[in-house]
Nanobody, 124 residues
Framework: QVQLVESGGGLVQVGGSLRLSCAAS????????MGWFRQAPGKERELVAAMPSGGSTSYADSVKDRFIISRDNAKNTVYLQMNSLKPEDTAVYYCAARTWGFALAVRSDQYEYWGQGTQVTVSS
């Protein structure tokens, strides 16, 4: 069982930045594939960024060049640096993990474990 705890959400103005963190339990974090998803009211959950255990990355078109996913295996933590935030980035952001993490995974059903979510609100 892997537990994920997100932090770092909050209220920010348009153009501002936030960094989300997700701390994971377990001794095999370096082998996990990690992802950040978000869900806005009335919308489906969507991928924001993904990083398999090998370190490559994938981003939604809407966040490319603004968001950066990274991981620190020594701290069992994955991060999402969010820059140039827009009102449409407002959502609950979820961290997700998959234990067979070598391949890139972009669908939510490919992830086994989920955090509780953290609210990000971008005000204009």
């Amino acid at each position: 069982q892997v537990q994920l705890v997100e932090s770092g959400g909050g209220l920010v103005q348009v153009g501002g930045s936030l960094r989300l963190s997700c701390a994971a339990s377990g001794r095999a974090f370096s082998t996990y594939g990690m992802g950040w998803f978000r869900q806005a009211p009335g919308k489906e959950r969507e991928l924001v960024a993904a990083m398999p255990s090998g370190g490559s990355t994938s981003y939604a078109d809407s966040v490319k060049d603004r968001f950066i996913i990274s991981r620190d295996n020594a701290k069992n933590t994955v991060y999402l640096q969010m820059n140039s935030l827009k009102p449409e980035d407002t959502a609950v952001y979820y961290c997700a993990a998959r234990t067979w993490g070598f391949a890139l995974a972009v669908r939510s059903d490919q992830y086994e474990y989920w955090g509780q979510g953290t609210q990000v609100t971008v005000s204009s």
